[in-house]
């Protein structure tokens, strides 16, 4: 069995369920908490569970980082960042207010737990948060692009798996 607690957003999963049944008894005895059934939304993360396997995206939490950017055009990219970009401290102006910027990186370094396609390019732009210019987000806003394109993207576990 295992128990997943963050604050005040509980998991609990297993594979003997009378002994599930029990811990949630005997939770409930000393802490006011509810049962909201099987699982399909935990720390952002959307749970989807098929006959197959499970499906785990991160899609309304795209969407949120999304509405967030300011991004108004409706472009899509291709690919998360371009191939052997060299990205330099030193390239561009400074931005005026970096703020923006460093939600931004910080929001995509959770968003690598279902999308692994981006892991470098927010490697890359992370590099960057201390002082960002122009160009780091002009990079920022194509990574961006390439997720409205692949926002429905997602990570499979088949039932089979030893996972």
């Not at 909201?36 to 499970?54: A, H, K, M, N, Q």
Request: proline share 4%; with cysteine; hydrophobic share 40%.
């Amino acid at each position: 069995m295992l128990l997943l607690l963050y604050v005040d957003d509980m998991l609990i999963t297993g594979d003997d369920l009378h002994h599930i049944a029990l811990v949630k008894k005997r939770l409930s005895e000393e802490f006011m908490m509810s049962d909201v059934g099987p699982l399909r939304y935990f720390l952002g993360i959307e749970v989807t569970s098929t006959f197959d396997g499970y499906y785990l995206s991160q899609q309304k939490y795209i969407q949120d980082i999304l509405d967030r950017s300011g991004l108004t055009d409706h472009r899509i990219a291709e690919t998360p960042m371009e191939l052997n970009l060299q990205l330099r401290v030193t390239d561009g102006e400074p931005l005026e207010d970096p703020t923006r910027y460093r939600h931004l990186v910080g929001s995509l370094v959770y968003l690598g737990i279902t999308r692994p396609d981006i892991s470098y390019a927010v490697h890359i732009l992370s590099q960057f948060v201390c002082s960002p210019t122009q160009l780091h987000y002009s990079h920022l806003l194509r990574l961006l692009r390439y997720l409205r394109g692949t926002i429905s993207r997602c990570l499979f576990f088949p039932r089979s798996s030893s996972l």
